[in-house]
């Protein structure tokens, strides 16, 4: 039984529960959903997803309610995190944007809302580091990802600018992978993962 923690302060977090839920399946896993909403819950995950919403309101609420260090220590430990679209942000260095007390989990900048508004929203076909065929990516106020430290390994591109971000257990997305029914980006970031260190 592999345990998935949802930061659940905002976000698509019932599409990310059910595109982990889609990953497991395809390798025969169990899985539970935790929704964490306070601290006391993120030690009991075995891997952990940060979804998109509004950066500044996320940073806040993780810090007010502690899970904030939490998530600095499951990283620590070595436990896959997914960081979508504002939990790239929060998860960053450095989100040039003194509203944001980012976690500094990736040694990436980001751009906020770089990619336009609402309106500006659109899907990209991402050819992505592992995956045979191209990723059906959506776009929706998406940060823009314009410095990458020597630790993180570029995943994915789009017009040359990075998208898709690894470093250590953590994988980071400008886009919105659980906005699709193609779970291979959850696959990547948490049961790849996962085996390797079974295997290990």
Not at 13 to 31: F, G
Not at 141 to 157: F, H, K, N
């Amino acid at each position: 039984m592999i345990r998935a923690g949802v930061v659940a302060v905002q976000g698509d977090v019932s599409e990310h529960a059910a595109a982990i839920r889609r990953a497991a399946a395809a390798h025969d896993e169990d899985v539970e959903i935790v929704e964490i909403r306070q601290s006391g819950h993120v030690a009991e995950c075995d891997v952990l997803l940060v979804p998109g919403g509004e950066s500044t309101a996320i940073s806040r609420l993780l810090r007010r309610e502690g899970i904030d260090e939490e998530i600095r220590d499951h990283v620590a430990a070595g436990k896959p995190v997914l960081a979508t679209c504002a939990g790239l942000i929060v998860a960053s260095r450095d989100a040039k944007d003194d509203r944001v007390e980012t976690l500094d989990l990736v040694d990436v900048t980001v751009d906020r809302n770089a990619f336009g508004r609402q309106v500006d929203s659109f899907e990209a076909p991402l050819t992505v580091e592992g995956m045979d065929d191209p990723f059906p990516a959506v776009f929706i106020r998406a940060p823009l990802i314009d410095e990458v430290g020597d630790g993180v390994e570029v995943l994915a591109r789009w017009d040359d600018e990075p998208v898709a971000v690894r470093q250590g257990p953590v994988v980071g997305t400008s886009f919105h992978p659980e906005l699709t029914t193609d779970s291979r980006l959850h696959d990547l970031a948490f049961f790849d993962h996962v085996e390797a260190d079974a295997a290990d």
